[in-house]
């Protein structure tokens, strides 16, 4: 059964450039820095970059949500970072609020700001 999510694996034809793209938006460096793959902790889930991951196309069928404390702030922050807006910021009830964004690398990206939910 699922405890609950670890790991986050974006392709990377561009290891480099892909890498130091998500320092800027982590403010991390990775933990794990290979030729094969690249993973940075994040809030102690991992964010992977692989690439050797061909046969995904660029943003994949399904969409990760992170966490961020101010959605808007955030969304803001990628723009300048380079992302482009796919969903503005929108609250979907009870003051939760998700947008979506595409990196410069063609990754959707999402972004969530839940006042109900505390990681366990």
Known sequence: MFQGLRTVIYD???LPKTKAWF???TGKKPYFDQPFYVGFNVGGFELGLDPARQKVSAG???VAYWGVAD???AVKRLGKLGATVVE???EVGEG???AT???PFGHVIGIIENPHFKPD
Do not use: F, H, M
């Open 71 to 73: 959605a808007t702030q």
């Open 96 to 98: 939760i609020k998700v």
């Open 60 to 62: 994949g069928a399904s």
């Open 88 to 90: 503005p910021v929108k």
């Open 12 to 14: 990377a034809e561009d």
């Open 101 to 103: 964004v595409r990196s």
């Open 23 to 25: 320092e800027k938006v």
